[in-house]
């Protein structure tokens, strides 16, 4: 095995970071610099003996403003760790071949005009090419003989329509043709590609190989638009393209499609009941492959939310993660007589989960209360998972880390409520601090114990951090979830407070002190909370909605909000009150918090326009208010300067109008001295 | 008296041998949509200060560069000797005589230039060279009249720091916090540049008066069409000394003018006598020392477009738009009746008056030139351009008349109908009904050039095409256009549907083939039509309205939007059932009509959301609809291809849902 230089030099710099644990007494806060920083480490693989893995790690660019990227590879024994790949654009989606001497990834080299397929000899040497696909392949797995690899792309523009698009003859059909058709392709090992399907009426979001490699479980949907996820369907066909069979027509959208090892059935996931309604906890639903009616393979008391699936070799187990609130864990799953078992315990949040059949084990990243996400290996009999890497150990020496704990408290309606509690970092019992309320997105989601960096940050300014799993959150069975069925805002808002008053009980919150922010539902219910109570002093709002009328279309997709409300603003006898009470926009003459509001330019999600139109009401209403708006932004900041005001305008924002103090911005590194924006009071 | 510049003279020579010949009627052919973008359009004409030569500017369709061309073109007073006199491959805009006549000062990006620039072109000969290096575009040039400068707006510039947090996309930005103030410059003809108001305010236009010793200009909080109605008239010496306010309201003043002796100040506002807003627009005098503003003709019905004073400083000229045409009238300066001095079916525009007598662009039924009126009471008129005479030449046009009718409450509306190409009394045609925007603006005789109408296209095909002045329209008094206040959609939709039942009742409209469409107001207007019957087989909507409430929001502007729904949505007990019911996507359920809706990515004004919310809710509900979407475009396309292309679906989607007929698309020429 070879390692360059350059690797081992990173490395052995990196382990003599590790070798000089500070004193507690010399650890200092985290800042947001250093939150930006943080290497996220992604998608690990076993190799198929079991005794490798490589992984993803990415860093901060500043100069390319973005995260970078890079292929890794360590022992399963958490030695010999190097780095495999150095693109300057970066690589991701690191595949073993089945004889584990080939390493498929992703990557845009040279003169690639998108990402391709590139292949990595496993004992040395350099990656080559596989592919010059016309548009960016993705979703990548090998056949199980090794001969091929199957990808995901969309069909590639006509010669006409590339050239219509250099002219700007540009006018499109707003959800007609303004996408291309995806569809599944197969390659050889020199780049001979073949489509399995094909045709401008569906899209192949999701598949799965069988383990016999002749057959091929998928997701059909009419367009790859979100509008239209509601009608994909589980469909089955040969890799020959032969035998196509759909197994399923229903108005839920399917995930997870696979077939068993026998090849009897196909398992997948949704977020509905055993009825097929939508806006359910995720559950296993199993079918048979030659057609039948599906049934709901999880227990029906079970009150979690299942993240993602899998069969065993034998087929005899389904295993899978499943979001328990504030922690997931991984789960069995017996079939047969649909019992099931968690093969971890733990206050963590287990992500990038794969179970290796030919390794018979699982591997994924963890974060807990203690550091952010490493690789970690576990049994298939479960038991104590491993830690494998180890690429936060300087970090987590260097910066004082918050406590964390989990706390709950009653809703109005007597329902218990959870919600993760992040202590200053310089907490001693008796003193009460400021507390920002901090809810999270979804609001189908829920928050679980993970580092959260830039709570961190809020800690180490001797901030407390409430994040609340307020009715509407996953992970605590299907009733608490579908509080928000038929009126949004009808304990949501409630579980929030009360859970503010816990803390205010524990003797830790100032209740003078109260500052809210959130970003997407996390924003809604900020949205939501100002038009309520003037008890916080300050809030940050990101990419909320106001006006429930104008997102329902806004929105790149309706699927839970036609069951919050009830139906649409525009059908004949339209729920319209229901929806208006339940628009922050509706009391927005109440409000009298100062409120930031910030939003992505291109956000599909929740449209710049509601946050304009909070903006406008506050302003009109005589409130401190300001509306930052980040250019080519999504649904979340991802350009790291635009991140980094992100961070910046929040901290500032909640601490000049909140807690009436000061906040000096942190620059992009290499900034020097250049001026920062201030967010100071305009009224 | 001088010489011309030497230039070249082949386009003119060209068209003049064009404009000789007349096509026998059986060579014609209809007008496409091509032709109708392919008319080259005359705008901003400027006489010389020798009253012997006219400058103006010409656009033409340049598809290689996607949008209208302008160049400079010069010609004589009598329209002899057209040429052009500026060639740059991006174009030139914005002709100004220096006070000498010796030089033209114009507006062009050339090589090196990030923005526009000023430019000299000397008249006795040679190129022109770059006056400026502004950092920001100037616009609004005006020579001083000593002719020692000349003087502009432009945008402050962004700072140091803004430029580079910019280049480093470090470009968070704060909403209606990321504007500049406009500021007034001038620059000597060495090219040295001074801002000349310095204040928290923008300057949002500028007059000199005759003399140049006085500067009349109007100061706004901000650019932003929020703030416009705060925005007043302030009188200063050309030195910058001795600034003093001469109105203070909340209507937006616009088209300042100082009289001859510097005493007098007139403007425009679409306000009452009384000075409140969403009126027609009136003319105003005040003395430029200060004090009340009086309304020339407070009760007169039509609206004024622009003012000037006649140079004895006794008379105003104006041009008033009186529903289906405009004209231009006379009036005493210390007020009494007014003259006109102009008749016709046509829109006047583009008007400069001066000792040469009037000028000004003539839009009629099948041509738009520019024309010249001599002084005096009885000022014959002649036309100066003949760049359309190949239209009626080579093309079957559609004839345009006048039509009125009764609205549901017995008030008199009006229209202007364009007939069939092979129009055959006695034979009905199908019909599409075209709402103007605004909704406070009118259609007029003309537009033939308006590739959003493509009327004589339309023609061609055999439709009849009716652009009805519904309520809410100018030029009709002030009852008629604030018959929108509080509600929007009170009679307009139904002065729309009595004009189309008096089409039918008259025998020239099929009423099973019937077509709306419109942009903008007309959009809104369109979208209701389709709510509130299933009469249309076939509707195109353009940037049209979907749910006020969010429209309040989004839009750049709110002011006219209060009156309309009585509130805002935000406010404390907020009219929202109000707003709500007037929506169309409110009802979208009801549409059985056949709706293409057009809208721009970058609509600033009724934002490209309006026009998802319509479509969601006619498509959620089972109704036919597609949404087409133009890129970088913003409240009225301007791209070449966008323009044929938005006027390709239309046409296309008239043609199947209300004729069943299949349309294949117009290329783009050169193709």
């Known amino acids: 095995m070879r390692t360059c230089t350059r690797t081992l030099l990173a490395v052995l710099a990196l382990a003599g970071l590790a070798l000089q644990p500070a004193g507690a007494q010399d650890k200092r806060p ?17 190799s198929p003996d079991g005794r490798q893995i490589v992984f993803v790690m990415d860093q901060a660019d500043w100069k390319a403003n973005r995260r970078v990227q890079h292929l890794y590879r360590i022992g399963a024994d958490g030695t010999g760790q190097v780095q495999l790949t150095f693109g300057e654009r970066g690589e991701s989606s ?68 590339r050239e219509k698009r250099r002219l700007q003859d540009d006018v499109y059909a707003f959800e007609e043709d303004n996408f291309e058709q995806r569809h599944l392709w197969a390659t050889d090992l020199d780049g001979k590609t073949r489509a399995i399907t094909s045709g401008r009426d569906f899209s192949v979001l999701d598949y799965t190989v069988s383990m016999d490699g002749k057959r091929v479980a998928m997701m059909r949907a009419p367009s790859p638009l979100l509008e239209h996820g509601r009608f994909a369907e589980v469909w089955v066909m040969d890799l020959d393209g032969q035998n196509a069979v759909r197994l399923t027509t229903n108005e839920i959208r399917e995930s997870n499609p696979q077939l068993s090892p026998d090849g009897s059935q196909v398992l997948f996931t949704a977020d509905a009941n055993a009825q097929f309604e939508s806006y359910h906890n995720d559950k296993i639903f199993l079918v048979p492959a030659a057609g039948g ?103 987590v020496n260097r910066v004082k880390v918050a406590r964390q704990e989990r706390i709950t408290w009653k809703g109005k309606d007597g329902q218990t409520v959870e919600g993760l509690l992040f202590y200053p970092v310089d907490y001693s019992p008796g003193q009460r601090y400021p507390l920002v309320v901090w809810t999270h997105g979804g609001p189908a989601a829920s928050d679980k114990f993970n580092f959260s960096s830039e709570a961190q940050v809020y800690a180490g300014r001797n901030i407390a951090v409430l994040k609340p799993n307020y009715r509407g959150s996953t992970g605590y069975g299907d009733a608490f979830l579908r509080d928000m069925v038929k009126g949004y805002f009808k304990n949501a808002h409630l579980d929030v407070l009360l859970g503010a008053d816990a803390v205010i009980a524990m003797g830790v919150a100032d209740p003078d002190r109260l500052l809210k922010t959130g970003w997407s539902a996390g924003g809604h219910m900020t949205n939501k909370i100002i038009t309520f109570t003037d008890r916080f002093k300050a809030a940050v709002s990101g990419a909320g909605a106001a006006n429930w009328i104008s997102m329902y279309a806004q929105s790149d997709h309706r699927a839970f909000r036609t069951p919050w409300f009830g139906g649409t603003p525009w059908q004949q006898n339209a729920p319209i009150d229901l929806y208006w009470d339940h628009s922050p926009l509706k ?67 909640l601490v000049t109008h909140g807690l009436k103090g000061t906040y000096t911005w942190e620059q992009v590194p290499g900034d020097n001295g250049a001026p920062r924006p201030t967010t100071t009071a305009s009224q | 008296m001088r010489t011309h510049p030497p230039v070249r003279r082949l386009v003119v020579l060209a068209m003049a041998v064009a404009a000789t010949a007349a096509a026998p009627a059986q060579t014609r052919r209809p007008m496409s949509i091509v032709d109708t973008i392919d008319m080259p359009i005359a705008i901003d004409p400027q006489v ?51 006070p000498d006549g010796r030089t033209l000062a114009f507006s062009a990006r050339r090589e090196g230039d990030q923005v526009p620039q000023i430019y000299l072109l000397p008249l006795e000969g040679g190129e022109a060279r770059r006056l400026t290096t502004h950092p920001t575009p100037p616009g609004s040039l005006a020579w001083a009249p000593d002719g020692q400068s000349i003087w502009f707006l432009a945008a402050e510039a962004p700072s140091a720091d803004e430029r580079a947090r910019t280049a480093a996309q470090d470009d968070v930005y704060y909403l ?136 004895d400083g006794r008379t105003i000229a104006y041009v008033a738009n009186l529903g289906v045409h405009s004209q231009l009238f006379e009036v005493p300066a210390a007020g009494g009746a007014a003259r006109a001095l102009t008749s016709g079916d046509h829109a006047l525009g583009n008007w400069r008056s001066g000792a040469f007598g009037d000028v000004f662009v003539r839009s009629e039924a099948a041509r738009a030139e520019i024309w010249r009126r001599a002084p005096g009471p009885d000022g014959a008129l002649q036309q100066l351009t003949r760049l359309h005479d190949y239209v009626s030449r080579d093309f079957l046009l559609g004839r345009q008349e006048k039509v009125s009718w009764k609205g549901r409450d017995g008030v008199t509306i009006e229209g202007v109908l364009t007939y069939p190409t092979d129009y055959q009394p006695g034979t009905r045609y199908p019909l599409v009904v075209h709402t103007h925007g605004g909704p406070a603006q009118s259609d007029k005789f003309g537009a033939a050039n308006n590739p959003f109408y493509y009327l004589h296209a339309m023609a061609g095909r055999g439709y009849l095409v009716l652009r009805p002045n519904y309520r809410g329209s100018t ?49 809104h207007l369109t979208n209701k039509l389709v709510t509130m019957t299933d009469r249309f087989k076939a509707a195109i909507s353009g940037a049209g309205v979907g749910n006020w ?39 979208g359920w009801k549409v059985k009509t056949p709706l293409l809706i057009l809208v721009g990515e970058r609509d600033a004004r009724v934002p490209m959301w309006q026009s998802v919310e319509m479509y969601r809710a006619v498509t959620y509900n089972g109704g036919t609809a597609r949404l087409l979407i133009a890129p970088r475009a913003p409240h009225s396309f301007a791209e070449l291809r966008h323009v044929l292309a938005q006027a390709n679906a239309g046409l296309e989607w008239i043609e199947r849902y209300a004729l069943g007929r299949s349309y294949t698309w117009e290329a783009v020429p050169g193709k």
């Open chain 1, 30 to 46: 985290l800042t947001f610099v250093e939150a930006i920083e943080i290497p996220s480490v992604q998608d690990p693989q076993i």
């Open chain 1, 94 to 161: 690191p595949r073993w071949s089945p004889d584990g001497r080939h390493i498929a990834f992703l990557a845009r080299r040279d003169s690639d005009q998108h990402n391709q397929i590139y292949l990595l000899p496993a004992d040395g040497g350099e990656a080559r090419r596989v592919t010059t696909h016309p548009t960016a392949p993705g979703s990548l797995s090998w056949s199980p003989d090794g001969s091929a690899i199957y990808f995901v792309a969309a069909d590639a523009l006509s010669p006409e329509a």
């Open chain 1, 293 to 395: 009616p599906a049934r709901v393979a999880t227990p029906s008391a079970a009150s979690y939310e299942v993240e993602n699936a899998t069969w065993s070799k034998d087929g005899r187990s389904i295993y899978f993660t499943a979001n328990h609130g504030v922690h997931n864990q991984v789960m069995r799953l017996d079939p047969a007589t649909g019992q099931s078992t968690a093969l971890t315990t733990g206050d963590h949040m287990i992500s990038s989960w794969s179970y290796a059949d030919a390794a018979g084990a699982f591997v994924f990243t963890r974060s807990g209360a203690d550091r952010p996400s490493e690789v970690y290996l576990l049994g298939a009999d479960g038991g104590t998972a491993r830690r494998v890497t180890a690429v936060h150990d300087a970090l």
């Open chain 1, 587 to 653: 009391d927005a003459w109440k409000v009298r918090t100062p409120t930031l509001f910030l939003v992505g330019e291109a956000d599909p999600r929740v449209p710049m326009p509601q946050s304009v139109e909070m903006y406008r009401a506050l302003k009109y209403n005589g409130v401190t208010t300001r509306l930052g708006i980040a250019p080519r932004e999504g649904h979340g900041w991802q350009e790291l300067r635009h991140k980094l005001h992100e961070l910046n305008a929040r901290m500032d924002w």
């Open chain 2, 48 to 98: 010389s200060p020798d009253g012997r030569r006219v400058a103006f500017v010409q656009l033409k369709a340049d598809w290689k560069a996607n949008r209208l061309m302008p160049h400079l073109y010069a010609m004589g007073i009598d329209g002899d000797d057209l040429h052009q006199i500026t060639f740059d491959e991006r174009g030139e805009t914005s002709p100004r005589w220096s």
């Open chain 2, 176 to 311: 209606d916090e990321d504007w500049k103030h406009r500021r007034l410059w001038k620059v000597d003809l060495g090219g040295t540049t001074t801002q000349v108001l310095t204040g928290d305010f923008t300057v949002a236009e500028f007059a000199f008066s005759a003399d140049g010793a006085k500067v009349v200009h109007v100061r706004a909080p901000s650019p932003r069409p929020d703030d416009a109605p705060r925005q007043d008239v302030w009188v200063m010496n050309a030195d910058g000394s001795g600034e003093r306010r001469v109105t203070d309201n909340g209507v937006a003043e616009t088209g300042a003018q100082l009289s001859p002796d510097g005493t007098r100040v007139l403007f425009l506002a679409e306000a009452s006598a009384r000075l409140e807003p969403y009126h027609n627009a009136r003319l105003f005098v005040a003395a430029a020392s200060g004090g009340p503003a009086t309304a020339l003709q407070p009760d007169a019905a039509w609206e004024v477009e622009a003012a000037a004073w006649r140079p």
């Open chain 2, 475 to 523: 030029g009709y008094g002030d009852a008629f256009m604030r018959d929108v206040l509080n509600g929007y959609f009170n009679e307009q939709q139904h002065d729309v549907m009595a004009g189309i039942d008096h089409l039918v009742q008259a025998g020239l409209a099929d009423p099973s083939r019937l077509a709306a469409m419109g942009w903008s107001a007309g959009g």
């Open chain 2, 549 to 587: 409430a969010s429209l309040y929001a989004q839009s750049d502007t709110r002011t006219a939007r209060d009156l309309w729904l009585g509130g805002n949505p935000w406010q404390r007990d907020a009219p929202i059932a109000r707003l709500w019911a007037a929506s169309p996507a409110s009802e």
